[in-house]
């Protein structure tokens, strides 16, 4: 029994949706997104909301109903309001700016890490140090939230590197100063 598919997913004013036959399609204030619909489940929409039902009493058709009806709520979700990560990056002289559609970061290597933000995304700076990252894919913003965070990932004696704003990095302890016990 899939708990999540039979949730119904409520379109927003300003968002349409058009269901056809293999395809939804949503468009919204942010952009537009497709979802491609799996022939197991069946997708209806009635009085703002969209229901996905399952055709086939399986395990395969109950994980396919969950699995569609979150992409169709993300689609959704994205056109109208948008998602975003928070990144913070750590470190003495690690900063970051956005020059055209590229990233320019320095991460303490001998040369500067240029990245080239994607369509659909957009990266703004704030105090060199705060990267947010929005768009209107959840996949998107968080593929290149998680490229941009391997650059320098942070590492666990002093937490220097790139982090979401929400992590928490539990620190190591480093050698003790005092030698214990020698001549």
Sequence with gaps: MSRVGKLPVKVP????VVIQNDRLLAEGPL???????????DVTM?????????????????????LI??????????VGIGFKKELDI???GFRAEVK????????????????????GVKIAVDKQTHLTVSGAS??????????????????PYKGKGIRYSNEVIRK?????AAATGGK
Excluded: Y
């Excluded at 009635?46 to 969950?66: F, H, N, S």
């Design 100 to 119: 055209g559609q590229n990233l320019v970061m320095t991460l303490g290597f001998s040369h500067l890490v240029e990245f080239p933000i994607p369509v």
């Design 172 to 176: 190591k302890v480093g050698k003790s």
């Design 69 to 78: 009806r979150n992409l169709v709520r993300n689609a959704v979700e994205g």
């Design 138 to 155: 959840k996949h998107l913003v968080g593929e290149t939230s998680a490229i941009i965070r391997k650059f320098r990932q942070p590492e």
């Design 31 to 41: 952009g537009k997104q497709e979802v491609a619909l799996d022939p197991i489940v």
């Design 13 to 16: 004013e300003k968002v349409k």
């Design 90 to 92: 750590i470190g003495v």
């Design 46 to 66: 009635a009085d703002g909301t969209i229901l996905v039902k399952r055709k086939e009493e399986t395990a395969l058709g109950r994980c396919r109903q969950g």
